[in-house]
């Protein structure tokens, strides 16, 4: 059987989602070592992508094969209990053998979250990306106009491997502000390696005043990354939605949180 | 001079507020210490009141008398850059030489958080207190209304060593549901040791159902704090608010947040 898992993490005390080998403390590993002992069976787990060292996820997405025949409900149970305090399974249910998760994904939502005032919230420290000076939103969201749509992003990518390809399409780039907090919010069809923060530092310089906003169609054209701004710190982003086809979705099988209900 | 400081802060790693000779993990000692090395003088510094370890604070008021002339603005950022990341002051001002954090105090409000669901948010799990059972927010209400008033709240608190009176009044308990999350509001004229976990958890056992909201009245009137609700872990706790009469609140005096012009 294949198994959908939904997964939400605090990530500022890990080396990332990917398993590595120097290391046990990534979110990855730490599944995966999990479930093979609740299942006594090595599985691999497939994750939507990987989110790197100190990133957090509200909705990561992962699947895995197994042929030990479980109750959803039971093992959803026993993962949460075993899991340290800061990785939590939202969700687990069969689906097709065909879904995978990083495959199957059409879109992701990700959020970078700023703290754009003098004196952070000391229970949102380790969520936030603290900057003291003031950000033109304005100016942000006239930049991210240039970002939305079909672009080759390689200015705005670390990788040191290339990918076969950097063009991706971002849907849309939302910013919002409550109170002191300015949260980014962007949706794309996938996103290159560290390509969120690099967006995000090059908004904040055009926040900051010290880039144009219409100087990004340059800056895309050019495909240097030194081109383009810093890469803000990890843990202002989070992983918030990882969006399947109809099929996939969660809401066609049976989930744990369905089980109670409302009253 | 004596100045009025705000105060934010995560407890989860303090043995409380007050200051103790067989540990340096206290909120009062190291705000001591941090404001005596800057001023290059010893001072002391009086709270609104204790918090219990583990219990956080949004607005906790203290005050303390020095004759060191001093830069407001360059007092608190330096504070801010020598405290550890989970304490923040947030105000700083001067203020008159009869005010006194405790003694002026006319109002405190403290919240209690409670996650009534599953799978407590990674995000704020050191700010809640985890409850699976559906709780009854009607009957919780309902018992609320016999506790606001003044009464004698002996029931209510694990004082080991008795206050002079255990009389106090409650000006309001308001229980707000958002999402899986239900946080009690407390206000009142001052709250005995551990009043405020204890009848957070009476009131939670109200709403478990294993207690009727009419026993209430007996159980104010049979002054045995064993026949009261558990005292609910501290995580789910936070003062958020102090008041004072008019003439001391922060409004009437300069303060750092608003040397910045918003725009």
Redesign the interface.
Known sequence: MNYKIKI???GSAYNGWQRQKNTDKTIQGILETSISLILGENIQLYGSGRTDAGV?AKGQIANFHTKVVVSLKQMQNSL?LMLP??????QLNAIDAKFHARRSAVKKRYSYSIWN?????????K?LYERVE?LDLNAMREASKYLVGEHDFRSFCSNRTFEKSTIRTIYSIDIEKTGDKIVIFYEGSGFLYNMVRILSGTLIEIGLGSRKPNSISALLEAKKRELAGFCAPPQGLCLDHVFYENQWEEENNAI??GD?EE?
């Open positions: 939400m993490y605090d957090h949460n305090e800061d990785i939590k399974v939202l005032s003098y004196i952070s919230p000391v229970f949102e420290r969520y003031k744990f949180r109670r009253s």
